[in-house]
């Protein structure tokens, strides 16, 4: 999610849970540390190589529930400095919710997110939510001020942000309903046309900005990935767009085996293949993963590639150069 969700959200429960023991530092400090995590990517800007370092480390460790702890910790410690406060153990609790904000409103997004680092660097991802959401931002920003003008009036502002924090809560397990139902119409819709299930690959339900009732429907078959628009409300059969993967070759095989681009497969859930040859038998691989490639309303399907990885490999086989390609754009 947006670095500001995560912030609303703990400040919310900050003010919720620790308003009282902490007075103002308790939905600060917490607002602060749901901010921490994703820093991780100051630090891999100064301090990581490789051109897929991103990928790899970006809400890797930062972002791990084992971890948690550590982060607060420091935050903690810091805060109390700060404020010169004796009371590390309510700011350690007032930093930790504000990390935990920060895990629970990253995993249901499609990125994914490296909640068991270091023990496993699997990234989850429930494919609830786009990352952007102005429904879930007015829901937290209502709440919190709804909040304060409660406590400005001597009010029950305890309760009144339990209900935003509830209402928030009830908002991402309805998207998560609408997903299920999603994921439903894709299998039945592939069963109706007698899609042999031991040729699909990978299948997905992506969510659309702000069309929480639409969501991108994704399946891989060998050589192609099929994505269409599932309206969970209607009856309307799936109309799939085909993304053409080129055929396996020697070179695609290369860089599949390099281990410089070990860390862009483990993260391309839906990995598309061109290959071009010139004239020298020199071939240009390109990947991109066809998650980004999803309907963004007034704007159609997205033609731009966030994440791509170029690959040059000579005629012998030899992986010349990999490395990323920055913002490509799907051909016409």
Known sequence: MITTDHMLAAALVGEVALRRKLGWAGPIVAAVAGLIPDLDQVAIALFA???????????????????????????????????????????????????????????????????????????????????????????????????????????????????????????????????????????????????????????????????????????????RTHMGLVHVMGDAPIEFRILADAPPSAAIAAVGDDPRADAFFDFARLPVYEETIDEHGVSTVLVYDARFQGYMPGWGWVRRRPFQLRAVVSPDGRVVSLDRSRWAELPD
Not at 196 to 221: F, H, I, K, N, S
Request: charged share 15%.
């Open 49 to 223: 190589d490789g051109p897929f370092a991103y990928l790899k480390h970006h809400r890797g460790l930062s972002h791990s529930l084992l971890f948690a702890p550590v982060l607060a910790a420091v935050v903690a410690a810091v805060a109390c400095l700060v404020c010169r406060s004796r009371k590390f153990g309510w700011m350690f609790l007032a930093a930790l919710a504000g990390v935990l904000c920060q895990l629970a409103l990253d995993w249901p997004t499609s990125y994914g997110t490296q909640l068991l680092n270091p023990i496993t660097t699997t990234a989850y991802a429930l494919d609830w939510i786009f990352i952007i959401d102005l429904y879930l931002t007015a829901i937290l920003i209502v709440a919190l001020v709804l909040v304060w003008r409660s406590r400005r009036h001597g009010g029950d502002y305890v309760r009144t942000g339990v209900r935003g924090l509830a209402a928030a809560t009830a908002y991402l397990l309805f998207l998560g309903a609408l997903h299920t139902m999603a994921v439903d119409r894709l299998d039945r819709q592939l069963a109706s046309l007698g899609v042999d299930r031991d040729e699909v690959g990978q299948t997905a339900c992506l969510p659309v900005p702000l069309m929480p009732m639409v969501w991108t429907a994704c399946y891989t078959t060998p050589g």
